[in-house]
């Protein structure tokens, strides 16, 4: 089946610094990927749909100019938490849909983010 | 605006139980429905799909079938073991410009004890 990687995996970062996290599609190509935040014990939240050659959506209350996205190439998609704080602590999960099947979509392993 | 809602967890069973984890929705067309399950430490992993009323998905002894007239898709497994223990998400894919947005719900922690 298709495979999503996300890198890293986990990061440990300081208060005011820049983090970013680098989501693959690694045998297929996507021109849409969405990312995601799942907070301990809860459910996915959709942050951002970021899409090959234009600006990504934003859903609402993310702050677009905190996380930039940027879709490089039809199999690269990036997230950088800029001037990260301890609140943005979490688990980034991204996704790929399989435009060939049934809405079906790839998951990312996810990347744990600790702000220090 | 689409939304699923799932029984809140934890659900905690014996081994060889059986279980069922009520999931309905709300969606303004005819969305495709899918359980994932996410082991501890893991990434999201497609558990079962279906596309279409009356469609039923499976995977690995779980099932769930397509309710349209209930707006609903229960999962359920007769006999679940120390291993299917995880979060268990129910989301339903609607197609939106080029791609397709997942809706999930809340996600339901299963355990299964010896």
């Known amino acids: 089946g298709a495979v999503v990687s996300q890198h890293p995996s986990w990061v440990i970062c300081k208060s005011g610094t820049s983090v970013k996290i680098e989501c693959r599609s690694l045998?297929?190509?996507?021109?849409?990927m969405f990312w995601y935040r799942q907070f301990p014990k809860q459910s996915l939240m959709l942050m951002a749909t970021?899409?090959?050659?234009?600006?990504?959506?934003?859903e609402q209350g993310v702050e677009k100019d905190k996380f930039l996205i940027n879709h490089a190439s039809l199999t690269l998609s990036t997230l950088t938490v800029t001037s990260a704080h301890p609140e943005d602590s979490s688990f980034y999960i991204c996704?790929?849909?399989?435009?060939?099947?049934?809405?079906?979509?790839?998951f990312g392993p996810g990347t744990r983010l600790t702000v220090t | 605006g689409n939304s699923v809602t799932q029984m809140e967890g934890p659900v905690t069973l014996s081994e060889e139980a059986f279980l069922t984890i009520n999931c309905t929705y709300t969606?303004?067309?005819?969305?495709?429905l899918f359980w994932y399950v996410q082991y501890p430490g893991e990434g999201l992993q497609l558990l079962l799909k279906?596309?279409?009323?009356?469609d039923k998905g499976s995977n690995k002894g779980f099932e769930a079938t397509y309710r349209k007239e209930t707006t609903s898709f229960h999962l359920e497994k007769g006999s679940v073991q120390v291993s299917d223990s995880a979060v268990y998400f129910c989301?339903?894919?609607?197609?939106?410009?080029?791609?397709?947005?997942?809706?999930f719900g809340g996600g339901t922690r299963l355990m299964v004890k010896p």
């Open positions: 279906a596309t279409k009323a009356d």
């Open positions: 969606a303004t067309g005819y969305p495709s």
């Open positions: 970021s899409n090959e050659g234009s600006k990504a959506t934003y």
């Open positions: 989301a339903l894919s609607e197609v939106i410009n080029a791609g397709n947005m997942l809706t």
């Open positions: 045998d297929f190509q996507a021109t849409t």
């Open positions: 996704s790929a849909p399989n435009l060939a099947g049934a809405y079906e979509q790839y």
